[in-house]
């Protein structure tokens, strides 16, 4: 398993550009990417065990952090 953090720039290269601008423009793509940017810190931090925590907490955080992403990838494909 692989402990590297997923940036939304990372996840979403082609769209590095387009996420900047809705982060100064769209409040609710910001709120989701700052959400986003939290619960992937906190996923981070449970894998390293920097901040350990149980199994099905992890799990919790990740399906958290994949619910997000997709909000964000929609957001992304709008026009």
């Known amino acids: 398993?692989?402990?590297t953090p997923h940036?939304?720039?990372e996840e979403f290269p082609e769209h590095a550009q387009k996420i900047h601008d809705l982060r100064r423009t769209d409040?609710?793509?910001t709120k989701l990417s700052e959400e986003y940017h939290a619960i992937n810190?906190?996923?981070h931090r449970a894998e390293t065990d920097?901040?350990?925590t149980s199994d099905d907490h992890i799990s919790e955080m990740r399906k958290k952090?994949?619910?997000l992403k997709d909000e964000i990838a929609a957001r992304l494909s709008k026009g």
């Open 1 to 3: 398993m692989s402990h």
């Open 7 to 9: 940036e939304l720039s």
């Open 27 to 29: 409040n609710h793509f």
């Open 41 to 43: 810190r906190a996923v």
């Open 50 to 52: 920097v901040e350990p």
């Open 65 to 67: 952090r994949l619910i």
